[in-house]
């Protein structure tokens, strides 16, 4: 499993510790990726995903999955979310018929 967040495309980066003595050696800094389960109405059950922290404040600072996903550009997600966003429309579009 990659250590990419799914919404914000946020990953792992590199850079050095930096001693006392300016010695450097190289250090990995990793995202703050969590397990969550948002709800989403359409859909009528939670769905796992793995984002950061910040992804998972965006997302309820816009209203929640369902809300967040539809306004959302296709082309900005990841192919795992373009799933997901097709599944909650088409969910969204039934309900309504």
Known sequence: MA??????????????????AKNRTRRRFLPNLQATSLFSEALGHAVRLRLT??????????????????DA??????PSMRRLK????????SRAA
């Not at 550009?73 to 990841?78: E, V």
């Open 3 to 20: 250590r990419r967040c799914s919404v914000t495309g946020k990953g792992v980066q590199t850079g050095n510790n930096v001693s006392h």
């Open 53 to 70: 922290t910040a992804a998972v404040r965006t997302i309820e600072h816009n209203g929640g999955l369902d809300a967040w996903i539809s």
């Open 73 to 78: 550009r296709s082309t900005n997600l990841d």
């Open 86 to 93: 097709k599944q909650i429309l088409s969910a969204a579009a």
